[in-house]
């Protein structure tokens, strides 16, 4: 029996996918104004050409703001405070820029509280928080850096999810290399114990899984990273104020077939373990040796539609 196809994507998910699209990807290509923090005012988004198509109003950005279950969108409330009306929301966007994780999410929480009693699409900026492949938007001005002089702040378990058929892509290149966008993602969890303990659990076609920042739900292999042993070596790695983490990775000079150029990759050298979850395999990769032979269809595989396809990818919208 042939499967059943997939229902149309609700309004909300359109608006959505909109959004990440425009403030991710293509906001230079359009012409929308955005600044080194990956801000643009809401008034222009709203005019931006898909989003008048499909007359999406402020409302509905405002919505898709907070019930993003990943936290994909930053809101920052910045009225005019002039009397000649002119915007004076430098000031304000400065103080958010070095602010705290939790403090810029509270702007973001702030912004939506004054949405309820101000209207006015121009009284507000918004952004991506992450996954962006505009190289005008600069990572100091977007997301904290993580450091070893702060080692209570970081996390516990940095991981990449990805698909079968990158993995061999992954081990012939050397390591993870962000495929058009700016930073490799990360996510926080789960714990290579989490995983094992739910080997006999095997992941079904179009498993939902859990809700993880800077993961898709329904990754196949978990790439997991020593992040202090990465800092340490000089590869800078970054948190979002949706809690995923990031890096650009460090210049490669040797090594495999993706070295020796000059491109930026997070080396496998600082990947721990690597574990597959869809076919109950467990660890096949551990410090530089493989575990278990994974199979050879893998090399000649496609990923799941809609998912990307090179080393690192692990789809566009998480």
Not at 89 to 115: G, N, P, R, V
Not at 149 to 173: C, M, N, Q, R, Y
Request: glycine content about 10%; aromatic content about 6%.
């Amino acid at each position: 029996m042939p499967p059943k196809p997939r229902p149309p994507p609700s309004r909300a998910v359109t608006v959505s996918k909109a959004l990440s699209l425009l403030l991710r990807h293509a906001a230079e290509k359009e012409g929308l104004k955005m600044d080194a923090q990956g801000y643009a005012n809401v008034a222009d988004v709203l005019a931006w050409r898909k989003l008048k198509s499909l007359k999406v109003t402020f409302p509905e950005v405002v919505e898709a703001v907070a019930s993003s279950d990943k936290k994909r969108f930053a809101l920052l409330y910045a009225p005019p405070t002039t009397t000649s009306g002119e915007s004076t929301d430098m000031e304000t966007k400065e103080k958010e820029s070095t602010a705290s994780t939790d403090a810029k999410e509270e702007c973001t929480a702030a912004a939506l509280a004054a949405s309820t009693t101000d209207s006015t699409p121009t009284h507000y900026l918004i952004r991506a928080t992450q996954g962006h492949s505009i190289k005008s938007v600069e990572a100091t001005h977007l997301l904290e850096k993580l450091s070893l002089e702060e080692k209570d702040k970081l996390p516990g378990t940095v991981v990449h999810g990805t698909f079968h058929s990158a993995w061999p892509a992954i081990v012939a290149s050397g390591g993870l290399r962000c495929m058009g966008r700016n930073q490799v993602h990360f996510a926080t969890g789960p714990a290579v114990e989490e995983v094992i303990g739910q080997l006999g659990q095997k992941m079904e076609n179009g498993d939902k899984g859990k809700v993880i920042s800077g993961m898709r739900r329904d990754a196949q292999v978990l790439i997991y990273v020593d992040v202090e042993r990465a800092l340490a070596a000089g590869c800078p790695f970054w948190r979002s104020e949706n809690g995923v983490i990031l890096s650009e990775g460090i210049d490669v000079v040797s090594g495999g077939e993706g070295g020796g150029n000059g491109e930026k990759m997070v080396p496998l050298e600082f990947v721990d373990v690597v574990v597959e979850r869809k076919l109950g395999m467990g660890k096949i990769w551990e410090r530089g040796q493989v575990v278990q032979q994974w199979p050879s269809e893998w090399a000649q595989g496609r990923n799941p539609k809609g998912r990307g396809s090179g080393p690192g990818s692990d789809g566009k919208r998480r």
